[in-house]
């Protein structure tokens, strides 16, 4: 099973404008890392790029970098747009793109906003991912469903294969929503001991359906701060609003520390399952490039040595 690390941006201010994430989506493909990942935020007082705009930037910089959102709210979007709209992001990327979707945040201005009613987050969701899926591969589509209705649509371009994906969300009716549709779990704020219990619920009820998921398609969003020790860590780490959970301490689901702790904590994941991981840097903005640095140096060369030993 191979384990890859990829990277998310903090929830930061972009000081240097365009040219700044830019130049974040240079290092992280000079570095080595996997993936970017992108957080969706449509209303939100604090600075949050529109996902798939800078992912489609993002894509036109880098050759070798993959990109994801993590996760895109689906219920909130039209699904013949946003089918359109990622397959010109993979067709730009040339089959880079894994998108990862989930019902969305719990922000009621947000639903509001763009004409949806928050109640119905969950049947569009599961409506939306199965009209992508036909729209990747059929010509003619033609639906009629409780939320969405078309009559012989076609769009082009299409992905180079019909893109994988994967479902956000830590609660039971999430782990059933990924067996029942999804071709992977990625989980954000989730301890190890939650990544195996929702890797076992979705792997009970995968037969149910009659489908199955790659041991290799479990995936955990994690803050991370690299730091002499697990106290300087969190005392300067940075949570974006929304990130804290009240029920667990926060190191309980971080890696906050030295880089053997990070290691470690990582270690913890993989022995319960998890292989994919996306770092999502809890630094300043000033900080990010440094951090870059620290964990391509102590996290990703030791994984990749680790996997040609």
């Given amino acids: 099973m191979s384990i890859k690390v990829g990277l998310a941006p903090g929830q930061w201010a972009w000081a240097g404008g365009g040219l700044a994430f830019l130049r974040f989506v240079d290092a992280c493909e000079e570095l080595g890392f996997d993936s970017l990942w992108l ?9 949050s790029l529109e996902p798939l705009t800078a992912l489609a930037a993002a894509a036109a910089r880098t050759r070798h970098l993959k990109l994801g959102t993590s996760v895109l709210a689906l219920a909130i979007r039209n699904p013949v747009l946003l089918a359109k709209e ?18 969305g945040g719990e922000d009621d201005r947000e639903y509001e906003a763009a004409g949806v009613r928050k109640v119905e987050r969950a049947g569009r969701t599961d409506e939306a991912i199965g009209l992508l899926r036909r729209l990747w591969s059929e010509d003619g589509v033609t639906h009629q469903g409780r939320f969405y209705t078309l009559t012989n649509v076609t769009i082009r371009p ?5 893109l994988p994906i994967w479902i956000g969300g830590r609660s039971a009716p999430a782990w059933r ?4 549709l999804g071709d992977g779990w990625l989980a954000s704020s989730v301890t ?23 041991d290799d398609h479990y995936g955990v969003m994690l803050s991370v701060y690299v730091a002499a020790s697990a106290e300087a860590a969190q005392s300067r780490a940075f949570a974006p609003a929304g990130r ?30 998890a292989s994919k991981f996306v770092l999502r840097l809890a630094c300043p903005e000033a900080e990010a490039h440094d951090q870059l640095a620290r964990l391509a140096e102590s996290v990703l060369a030791p994984l990749n040595a680790s996997v040609h030993a």
């Fill in 158 to 162: 299409r992905p180079s294969a019909s």
């Fill in 177 to 180: 929503r990924v067996a029942r």
């Fill in 39 to 47: 957080s969706d935020r449509v209303v939100s007082p604090q600075m």
């Fill in 244 to 273: 804290l959970r009240t029920d667990v301490p926060v190191d309980s689901y971080a890696a906050l520390g030295s880089p053997d702790d990070i290691n470690r904590r990582v270690g913890e994941y993989v022995a319960a399952g």
């Fill in 192 to 214: 190890p001991d939650e990544v195996a219990q929702g890797i076992a619920a979705i792997r009970a009820e995968l037969p149910v359906h009659a489908r199955h998921i790659e």
């Fill in 86 to 103: 990622l397959a010109t992001i993979d067709f730009i990327a040339a089959g880079r793109l894994f998108p990862a979707v989930g019902l």
